[in-house]
């Protein structure tokens, strides 16, 4: 009989400036594990888990790099400390779009919604 | 740049090695990295995910400030290592990667999501946890 097997990896890395003020936060994000069967749930479980976790990497991405480049500026706390984090797709889709719009970001505001 | 994280192969060696007693090392030693990263399971002391070992402005291959096991799942079933860099000078820095005590393994290596633009005195806290038991 097998056994799952290998090593799981987490980490969370804390970027602060010289006074302790936080620039940016990143956890880990685990991709999603292989589908254990091939019926069409488990595919589908596991197309949903691939698609949340292709647009929850891109938003940290940008998240991330976004609070780097205005470390001098004043920021959404959401955009340093990554506490806002998309659960769902339809989250994760909203995150994206407002993190590229700028009166959004600044404002607060869900481009989405009005 | 996507983050990703892995242990790597030759850290399974490693880990084999030590468990059975045979000539390997513990986890021990972090670097910081530079230059385009992206963790695999092949990376060697030598190439780090892609990425460059940094050996300057506080980011050099240095022993963690703490190795210590905790409990994830199970008692003591999680290395946790943690550490505070320091930049001592302006350094992009990509992401870490976790070495043995002789410093010729690398347990596993971690990409961060977008490059870390570090000024002088800026700090760089890392938490990073390999944990043995899977599943529940």
């Not at chain 2, 990509?94 to 410093?103: P, Q, R």
């Amino acid at each position: 009989m097998e056994s799952q097997s290998g090593l799981r990896i987490t980490w969370g890395a804390e970027h602060s400036d010289k006074n302790g003020v936080l620039i940016s936060r990143q956890i880990h994000l685990l991709p999603p594990e292989a589908p254990t069967c091939l019926r069409l749930n488990c595919l589908l479980w596991y197309l949903r888990g691939a698609l949340l976790y292709a647009l929850v990497a891109n938003y940290e991405e940008r998240r991330v790099a976004y609070a780097e480049e205005n470390r001098h500026k004043k920021i959404l706390d959401r955009y340093r400390t990554g506490e806002f984090f998309p659960k769902t797709i339809w989250q994760a889709i909203h995150a994206n779009i407002k993190l590229t719009c700028p009166v959004c970001r600044k404002y607060n505001v869900d481009p989405l919604r009005g | 740049m996507a983050q990703t994280q892995k242990p790597t192969n030759l850290g399974y060696g490693e880990l084999g090695r030590f468990v059975a007693g045979e000539a390997a090392t513990c986890v021990k030693s972090i670097v910081g990295l530079t230059g385009a990263c992206t963790a695999a399971e092949a990376s060697t002391f030598a190439n780090p995910g892609g990425a460059t070992k940094l050996a300057a402005n506080g980011f050099v291959l240095v022993n963690a400030d703490t190795v210590a096991s905790v409990q994830t799942t199970v008692t003591d079933d999680t290395v946790q290592v943690d550490h505070v860099f320091t930049a001592s000078g302006a350094q992009s820095v990509t992401g870490f990667a976790i070495e043995n005590d002789d410093d010729d393994v690398v347990y596993m290596v971690c990409c961060f999501a977008a490059a870390l633009a570090m000024e002088t005195s800026d700090t760089l806290t890392i938490e990073a946890k390999m944990q043995f038991k899977l599943g529940s």
